[in-house]
């Protein structure tokens, strides 16, 4: 198959995904329509059930989404009958905006409507909190508080000698935890090593939460959090943005940024702009000056939808090294997958430019 039948073939599929947005959206206004046809005999979810074959918990889940859409998010509705998104991304700013007010959610709806285009649903996951953090503040501020005290632990048997562990943690000691786990695992990942670095990973964490005390501790490892240098300051309150989470409250980013025994890294920005302005220098192993400023620019793997820290990426040179392409202005992160895709045939990266094998052009 050449590239023109590539093409034609990823315009076809666009087609169809667009039809099935628009699908969706009308099925969605039936479902709110009969929803408020029977809103009085509080059957609705069970008869929704019986008549798609889903269970009641579905359809209910599907009634709200629908409800939500016809009342509170008209933008993202019209979205949807737009084809730009589908009811599972619709989804994703329903989820946020649930516990919001009326008026702060169709706000949340009206700024979020220019930012749907292009974005996967991790991606408008993330967007929709950062805009709910900043219409909501003290709202988001105080959800954050607690949601903290609903830290537990599962445990989940899957079957064939295998079982899930599931920790819900603050996003400062999951994302610590993680980055320590991994940090290990890639120093293990030596030659001769048959491990993968997921099982080693698993292994380590394993090792960690088994060991008796008295043993050595952990290595630290960087985590970055960016924080405008007003806020850290203490004249407002804006959220600051940890890298590969996404937005937290102040009153969380100053906590982590003055904890004397942090092994965080601080990024002091510029409120106006974002751009760094100062660098935490307690740091347990400091890497070259370049290479720690394209991660602290970078934030994220370059790769449009990918959000791995770019302190877990690799650095690459955008205009290959062996063509010409100098090591100072020509740097981008990448995480492995996405640095190995890069120089498959077909793939043409630029500075912020990514051309797809089927001559598809996304912006990151």
């Given at each position: 198959?050449?590239?023109?039948?590539?093409?034609?073939?990823?315009?076809?599929?666009?087609?169809?995904?667009?039809?099935?947005?628009?699908?969706?959206?009308?099925?969605?206004?039936?479902?709110?329509?009969l929803?408020?046809?029977?809103?009085?005999t509080?059957?609705?979810?069970?008869?929704?059930?019986?008549?798609?074959?889903?269970?009641?918990?579905?359809?209910?889940?599907?009634?709200?989404?629908?409800?939500?859409?016809?009342t509170?998010?008209?933008?993202?509705?019209?979205?949807?009958?737009?084809g730009?998104?589908?009811?599972?991304?619709?989804?994703?700013?329903?989820?946020?905006?649930?516990?919001?007010?009326?008026?702060?959610?169709?706000?949340?709806?009206?700024?979020?409507?220019e930012?749907?285009?292009?974005?996967?649903?991790?991606?408008?996951?993330?967007?929709?909190?950062?805009?709910?953090?900043?219409?909501?503040?003290?709202?988001?501020?105080?959800?954050?508080?607690?949601?903290?005290?609903?830290?537990?632990?599962?445990?989940?048997?899957?079957?064939?000698?295998?079982?899930?562990?599931?920790?819900?943690?603050?996003?400062?000691?999951?994302?610590?935890?993680?980055?320590?786990?991994?940090?290990?695992?890639?120093?293990?990942?030596?030659?001769?090593?048959?491990?993968?670095?997921?099982?080693?990973?698993?292994?380590?964490?394993a090792d960690?939460?088994?060991?008796?005390?008295?043993?050595?501790?952990?290595?630290?490892?960087?985590?970055?959090?960016?924080?405008?240098?007003?806020?850290?300051a203490?004249?407002?309150?804006?959220?600051?943005?940890?890298?590969?989470s996404?937005?937290?409250?102040?009153?969380?980013?100053?906590?982590?940024?003055?904890?004397?025994?942090?092994?965080w890294?601080?990024?002091?920005?510029?409120?106006?702009?974002?751009?760094?302005?100062?660098?935490?220098?307690?740091?347990?192993?400091?890497?070259?000056?370049?290479?720690?400023?394209?991660?602290?620019?970078?934030?994220?793997?370059?790769?449009?939808?990918?959000?791995?820290p770019?302190?877990?990426?690799?650095?690459?040179?955008?205009?290959?090294?062996?063509?010409?392409?100098?090591?100072?202005?020509?740097l981008?992160?990448?995480?492995?997958?996405?640095?190995?895709?890069?120089?498959?045939?077909?793939?043409?990266?630029?500075?912020?430019?990514?051309?797809?094998?089927?001559?598809?052009?996304?912006?990151?």
């Open positions: 198959m050449d590239r023109d039948q590539a093409c034609e073939l990823l315009k076809d599929i666009q087609v169809i995904q667009e039809q099935k947005c628009k699908l969706e959206a009308e099925q969605l206004r039936l479902v709110a329509r929803n408020e046809v029977e809103e009085r509080r059957g609705v979810p069970a008869e929704l059930a019986l008549g798609l074959a889903v269970t009641e918990n579905m359809a209910g889940k599907q009634i709200a989404l629908a409800e939500a859409l016809a509170r998010l008209p933008k993202t509705l019209q979205a949807m009958e737009s730009v998104i589908d009811g599972y991304k619709a989804s994703k700013i329903f989820d946020a905006t649930a516990v919001l007010s009326d008026e702060k959610a169709r706000e949340v709806d009206a700024v979020m409507s930012r749907l285009a292009g974005k996967n649903p991790s991606s408008l996951r993330r967007a929709v909190n950062r805009v709910v953090a900043r219409i909501d503040p003290n709202g988001y501020a105080a959800r954050t508080r607690r949601r903290r005290l609903d830290r537990k632990v599962e445990l989940v048997h899957q079957g064939e000698g295998m079982t899930t562990l599931i920790v819900d943690l603050p996003v400062e000691v999951g994302t610590a935890i993680y980055a320590r786990t991994d940090r290990e695992a890639h120093a293990l990942k030596v030659a001769g090593e048959p491990r993968t670095l997921d099982q080693l990973r698993a292994d380590v964490l960690r939460c088994l060991r008796e005390r008295g043993t050595p501790r952990n290595p630290k490892a960087d985590v970055y959090l960016y924080v405008d240098l007003t806020t850290l203490g004249l407002n309150d804006n959220y600051a943005e940890l890298t590969g996404g937005p937290i409250p102040a009153w969380l980013a100053k906590e982590i940024a003055y904890n004397p025994g942090s092994t890294r601080r990024i002091i920005t510029d409120p106006a702009t974002g751009l760094p302005v100062d660098v935490g220098r307690s740091s347990y192993r400091p890497p070259a000056a370049l290479d720690r400023f394209i991660r602290i620019r970078d934030r994220e793997c370059c790769h449009p939808g990918c959000h791995r770019a302190q877990l990426a690799d650095l690459d040179h955008t205009t290959d090294w062996a063509h010409g392409g100098p090591t100072k202005t020509n981008r992160g990448y995480c492995k997958r996405h640095h190995k895709l890069k120089d498959q045939p077909g793939w043409t990266h630029t500075d912020h430019t990514i051309t797809t094998p089927a001559k598809a052009t996304y912006t990151t």
